[in-house]
T-cell receptor, first 113, second 114 residues
Framework: DADVTQTPRNRITKTGKRIMLECSQTKGHDRMYWYRQDPGLGLRLIYYSFDVKDINKGEISDGYSVSRQAQAKFSLSLESAIPNQTALYFC????????????FGPGTRLTVL | AQSVTQLDSHVSVSEGTPVLLRCNYSSSYSPSLFWYVQHPNKGLQLLLKYTSAATLVKGINGFEAEFKKSETSFHLTKPSAHMSDAAEYFC????????????WGAGTKLIIKP
């Protein structure tokens, strides 16, 4: 079984809809991250959480919100989706002792029409 | 501020020939450097990591990278390409300046010709 799982794997939605992407991990890591990947841009950090009570904005947090429901769960929401949020979204985790070694989920491909 | 530049957006090699994927970085502090690989329609897998130990780092699947501080480079190499190496490769840096968050290069797509 995968250590970091994301649901859904693919989603097509319309402009203005609210969307939630979910991430779960069984690695026991305290730190979790959400990234988006756009062609030719690499990955960019949206939000990160160092523990359940600690949420931080990343490079491109506008238009997104997150919820850390438990150590193992970290959700990303788009309150009102827009077409330029069409991208591949990745969740990642890391251990406190090795923060910069991150483990990634399989990704969610989101299309906003 | 730290940054990563992958010098080639695409690299094409024949199967059985050497692979060189180039990466330059900027960092104010002693950085950690990584290479990740993304196969088509798959997630991201860590290939190798440099953290101020040996400057030549060996990774999975026969890949290795050499940290050259004087050249601020961390190029990825493999002696002999295999068809299964076709993927996109990302060079990544983290350091104290970024609060150890990962700063990603734009990626290099490796194409293997039969």
């Amino acid at each position: 079984d995968a250590d970091v799982t994301q649901t859904p794997r693919n989603r097509i939605t319309k402009t203005g809809k609210r969307i939630m992407l979910e991430c779960s991990q069984t690695k026991g890591h305290d730190r979790m991250y959400w990234y988006r990947q756009d062609p030719g841009l690499g990955l960019r950090l949206i939000y990160y959480s160092f523990d359940v009570k600690d949420i931080n904005k990343g490079e491109i947090s506008d238009g997104y919100s997150v919820s850390r429901q438990a150590q193992a769960k970290f959700s990303l929401s788009l309150e009102s989706a827009i077409p330029n949020q069409t991208a591949l979204y990745f969740c990642a985790t890391s251990d406190v002792g090795s923060t910069d070694t991150q483990y990634f989920g399989p990704g969610t491909r989101l299309t906003v029409l | 501020a730290q940054s990563v530049t992958q010098l080639d957006s695409h690299v094409s090699v024949s199967e059985g020939t050497p692979v060189l994927l180039r990466c330059n970085y900027s960092s104010s502090y002693s950085p950690s450097l990584f290479w990740y690989v993304q196969h088509p329609n798959k997630g991201l897998q860590l290939l190798l990591k440099y953290t101020s130990a040996a400057t030549l780092v060996k990774g999975i699947n026969g890949f290795e990278a050499e940290f050259k501080k004087s050249e601020t480079s961390f190029h990825l190499t493999k002696p002999s390409a295999h068809m299964s190496d076709a993927a996109e490769y990302f060079c990544v840096v983290s350091d104290l300046d970024s609060n150890y968050q990962l700063i990603w290069g734009a990626g290099t797509k490796l194409i293997i010709k039969p």
